[in-house]
Structures are given as C-alpha cells and as structure tokens.
C-alpha cells in the first residue's frame, strides 16, 4: 500500500501548456503539502494545506494553483509552463502532534519543459 | 526563524568506511529534529528522528544525537555501504511553525 501516491511520474511537455500532478494519501492525516526540488537537490515548500485549507502560500508564481477536494486529496495545477518549471515536485501529508511532524513524501513527478 | 546547515557534499567514502554528516540548527522553543533519505529516483524518507535534548535517534545503522548545548544533530554510521548512496537531509520542526525546515542535503557516495 503507498501511503502518498502521485502521478505522473514523469510529464515532459512544451512551454506553454497546462498541466496537473494528482496527489492522493491513505494515512488519514490532517496535512498536505507540495514541495518543489531543484537540480541541486534544494527542497523549496510551495503550498501547506489543513483539512482542505489553505495554510501556507509561499512566493509562488499565480500559474501555480493547489486544489484539495478533500483532506486526502491535494492536486496541483500548472498554467502556461515555463522552461523555470522542471523540477521534480514532492506531495507530502503529515499529521501534527506534541513530539513533531514527521513527513510522509510521495515518490515525486519529474516535471521536463521543453 | 528555523534554519538549518548541514554540510556541503558531496561526500565520498569507500565502503565500510566511518560516516558523519554534520548538522546544525537555529529554532525558536524546542525543536524536533529529522534525517531524512532520498535514493536515486525516489522520494525523501524518515530516517530517523529525535525529539527531546539528548535523545538518540537511530535505524538501520544510523545514529544521530540531540545535543541541545551545541544545537548540532549530527548523523553517524559506523560502516557504510554501497547500498547507502543517496542524499541525506536534516530537517526540524517546533511549534513555533509545524512546517518543517530542511538543510540544503547532502550527498553520499560510497564506492566498493
């Protein structure tokens, strides 16, 4: 059972174009997340989501839209790609508690624009 | 705010060579603090984990130690394999901000 399945798992396509990266856990947490990784290997958080609410919000272009229809669910809508976008973007739950938040990453969706 | 510094890679060991990969940390109240794994093609893990001043975490042959009097968690393994190749991440979270703060990650590459 994958506890944070996301698909695709590799989406090369043009610049300019519209994609999505679909999130889904079975852990039964509170909280969701989307990271984005660069060619360094340097984790950036993009979005935080509790219980389908919006929580953080970093520097992120507007193209990018996160959408949680519900609290198991956290999509990732990209509009209007630029070369800027490849990177490989992490889904990630959690549930917070007292001794830390420990974070459950999905397998990651290496995003190629050309 | 939270930050976190771990050492710049990439790191190349023979195997079953003695490993350390330092980490130090900044953080408002009283942080928990992470390793996380990432293997080639795959997703970051939970290595190990340590909540409290002088816990030990370990796994899998790993070791990391909570030391509040020096802010340092730094991870350790006694004898590296070639299986033990990834990127390695130190991360905290404190109830300041749930949202947990990475280290930059460090590679390890360990040759037969």
């Known amino acids: 059972d994958t506890a944070v399945s996301q698909t695709p798992k590799y989406l090369v396509t043009q610049m300019g174009n519209d994609k999505s990266i679909k999130c889904e856990q079975n852990l039964g947490h509170d909280t969701m997340y989307w990271y984005k990784q660069d060619s360094k290997k340097f984790l950036k958080i993009m979005f935080s989501?509790?219980?389908?609410?919006?929580?953080i919000n970093e520097t992120v272009p507007n193209r990018f839209s996160p959408k949680s229809p519900d609290k198991a669910h956290l999509n990732l809508h990209i509009n209007s790609l630029e070369l800027g976008d490849s990177a490989v973007y992490f889904c990630?739950?959690?549930?917070?508690?007292?001794?830390?938040?420990?974070?459950?990453f999905g397998e990651g969706s290496w995003l190629t624009v050309v | 705010g939270n930050s976190v510094t771990q050492m710049e890679g990439p790191v190349t060991l023979s195997e079953e060579a003695f490993l350390t990969i330092n980490c130090t940390y900044t953080?408002?109240?009283?942080?928990?603090l992470f390793w996380y794994v990432q293997y080639p093609g795959e997703g970051l893990q939970l290595l190990l984990k340590?909540?409290?001043?002088?816990d030990k975490g370990s796994n899998k042959g790993f070791e990391a130690t909570y030391r509040k009097e020096t802010t340092s968690f730094h991870l350790e393994k006694g004898s590296v394999q070639v299986s033990d190749s990834a990127v390695y991440f130190c991360a905290l979270s404190s109830g300041g901000s749930y949202i947990p703060t990475f280290g930059r990650g460090t590679s390890l590459i360990v040759h037969p």
């Open positions: 953080a408002t109240g009283y942080p928990s």
């Open positions: 990630a739950s959690s549930q917070v508690t007292y001794s830390g938040n420990t974070i459950y």
């Open positions: 989501y509790n219980n389908k609410e919006l929580i």
């Open positions: 340590a909540t409290k001043a002088d």
